[in-house]
């Protein structure tokens, strides 16, 4: 089974920092894209970056780039979201997803499996 569990999502304070867990279980890990998204209240899920092994590391949201890191420990099967210099619009709940294809788009209809996701709030 398929399964996806993200942590580390948490109140924090603008200008603060939170690093997002995806721990990944039931399939190839190598295989896969892994992705965040985030949705907040009342707008459309966004994609925010994307890791595989065809792709490297993309970022697709413009307003993360420098801030937002996505990494991965193909060991532990896991993937990372280092979030620095929050902001209040970052404001959001963050989901994992994987592409079963291996491919990274900014596309949530390609990722085929997902996590329930973890809140994110910054305050001002």
């Known amino acids: 089974e398929v399964q996806l569990v993200e942590s580390g999502g948490g109140l924090v304070q603008a200008g603060g920092s939170l690093r997002l867990s995806c721990a990944t279980s039931?399939?190839?890990?190598?295989?896969?894209?892994i992705g965040w998204f985030r949705e907040a209240p009342g707008k459309e899920r966004e994609a925010i970056a994307c890791?595989?092994?065809?792709?490297?590391?993309?970022y697709q949201l413009g307003s993360v780039k420098g801030r937002f890191t996505i990494s991965s420990d193909n060991a532990e099967k896991t993937v990372y979201l280092q979030m620095n210099s929050l902001k209040p619009e970052d404001t959001a709940v963050y989901y994992c997803?994987?592409?079963?294809?291996?491919?990274?788009?900014?596309?949530?209809?390609?990722?085929?499996?997902w996590g329930h996701g973890t809140q994110v709030t910054v305050s001002s």
């Open positions: 039931g399939f190839r890990f190598d295989n896969y894209g």
């Open positions: 997803a994987a592409d079963s294809l291996g491919f990274c788009s900014d596309n949530r209809y390609t990722f085929n499996f």
């Open positions: 890791i595989s092994s065809s792709s490297g590391t993309t």
